[in-house]
Each structure stands twice: as structure tokens, then as C-alpha cells.
């Protein structure tokens, strides 16, 4: 005996709203899901940035003061030191100062291919003791500020500084 039953599906109404229902929260999750890459995306760039500051912060910090074999006070690079480069011929903290690479380098000139969307700018200015705030004259003090700026897409940045001060 086969029994009746009025019922055994979906009707094509009802699988067009189950459509629509699941369209909509779809586009709703993409929503979400878009937002949480983006804002997982932003501090590892940032990281990277700072990552890159750190180095070249650190890479200026462990120069001399000022250049050995010149008068106390002499600020800025040296004969055989150039601004585009390469770093790995700077021996004293001011020779960094308006340094800049874009994309980023290593000391020896070479482009950290990883990184072409950052760029890096260093900064080096003699303040005084109860100012490092206030830039004054070059070589006019024992102290030196160093700002070392990372900046990557349109309106991002990092900036790390340090203080270099004459033994
Ligand atoms: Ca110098
Ligand atoms: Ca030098």
C-alpha cells in the first residue's frame, strides 16, 4: 500500500527565499571577512616598519660619535662618503644624516627586494642636554638626535629616534 503524502519537499517559492536569505548573509560574512584581512594586514606592515628601523637605528648608533681623524664639532659626511651610498662606508653617527632609500637598502647599497614598498629616512641633529627636542647648529653640541623614519603606502609611518652622546 503506497501512502499519501501531500508534503515531501520544497516548493520552488520556498528554495528561491532559502537562496536569497543565504545570498544575503554571504555578502554580509565577505563583509566581515574583508575587514578582519585588513586589519590583520596592518600591524604586520607595521611590524615590517619597524623591523626597519630598528636595524638602521641601530646600524647608526654603533658609530662613532663624530669623525675620529677631523676637529671636534665637524658634522656631516666625509670625503669618499656619499649620500646615495653605500652606508658601509660611514664610520661616525652624522654621516647618516639625510639619508635616504627608497626602496629600502643594506649597508653594502644592494635593494631588500622584500621591502620595495618601504622607504627609509634618517635624520641627525646636535640638541642640547636639557632640550633633545630642539635642534641647534651642527657640531655645536655632545649630543646627537637620531631619526630614523619609515614610511610605506600613502600615510604610513614609523619613526624611531635615539641619542648619541660624545665619550
Ligand atoms: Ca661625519
Ligand atoms: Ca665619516
Keep these: 500500500m503506497i501512502k499519501y503524502c501531500p508534503r515531501s519537499g520544497f516548493t520552488l517559492i520556498e528554495l528561491i527565499l532559502v537562496i536569497i536569505i543565504l545570498g544575503v548573509a554571504l555578502v554580509g ?3 566581515q571577512f574583508s ?3 585588513t586589519r590583520t594586514a596592518k600591524p604586520v606592515s607595521t611590524y615590517v ?5 630598528q636595524g638602521l637605528l641601530a646600524e647608526v648608533l654603533s658609530k662613532d660619535f663624530e669623525d675620529t681623524g677631523l676637529p671636534a664639532g ?3 659626511r666625509e670625503a669618499g662618503e ?3 651610498g653605500p652606508r658601509n662606508l660611514f ?3 652624522d654621516d647618516y644624516d639625510d639619508w635616504t632609500s627608497q626602496p629600502p637598502q643594506d649597508r653594502q647599497g644592494l635593494v631588500l627586494s622584500d621591502f620595495t614598498q618601504y622607504t627609509r629616512n634618517v635624520i641627525v641633529a646636535n640638541v642640547l642636554s636639557d632640550d633633545l ?3 641647534t647648529t651642527d657640531g655645536s653640541t655632545d649630543y646627537k638626535k637620531i631619526q630614523v623614519q619609515v614610511l610605506w603606502l ?3 609611518e614609523v619613526v624611531l629616534s635615539g641619542l648619541k652622546i660624545k665619550k
Design 29 to 31: 560574512l565577505m563583509d
Design 35 to 37: 575587514l578582519v584581512i
Design 49 to 53: 616598519a619597524l623591523n626597519l628601523a
Design 74 to 76: 665637524s658634522f656631516g
Design 82 to 84: 656619499l649620500l646615495a
Design 91 to 93: 664610520d661616525d653617527v
Design 133 to 135: 627636542d630642539s635642534d
Design 154 to 156: 600613502s600615510d604610513e
